[in-house]
Nanobody, 116 residues
């Protein structure tokens, strides 16, 4: 069955870094566009970053540009999000998403908390 399993979240101090991973299985990872979303308490889910199926194209929400980097390893069916210079407002549950045409899959999320 289709699985997206996020990992790498945790508690980090402001200014710190984390690397999230999303391990995919049960579908052809290499033909799906992938994205990271996040949802903070009391807020709507927000698109953070996206990457094309072959990794040639990426996009970011303005608030994370220059601080976050999305990447993928199609040979390992894994998506990454390198997060640096973290701020308290980055605190949220982070979800990975796979998308191709009208088909989409979600992971269960991983908590990122930025606090001193």
């Amino acid at each position: 069955q289709v699985q997206l399993v996020e990992s790498g979240g945790g508690l980090v101090q402001p200014g710190g870094s984390l690397r999230l991973s999303c391990a995919a299985s049960g579908f052809l990872f290499g033909i799906y566009a992938m994205s990271w979303y996040r949802q903070a308490p009391g807020k709507e889910r927000e698109l953070v970053a996206s990457i094309s199926s072959n990794g040639d194209s990426t996009s970011y929400v303005g608030s994370v540009k220059g601080r976050f980097t999305i990447s993928r390893d199609n040979a390992k069916s894994t998506l990454y999000l390198q997060m640096s210079s973290l701020k308290p407002e980055d605190t949220a549950v982070y979800y990975c998403n796979a998308r191709r045409n009208t088909v989409g899959y979600w992971g269960q999320g991983t908590q990122v908390t930025v606090s001193s």
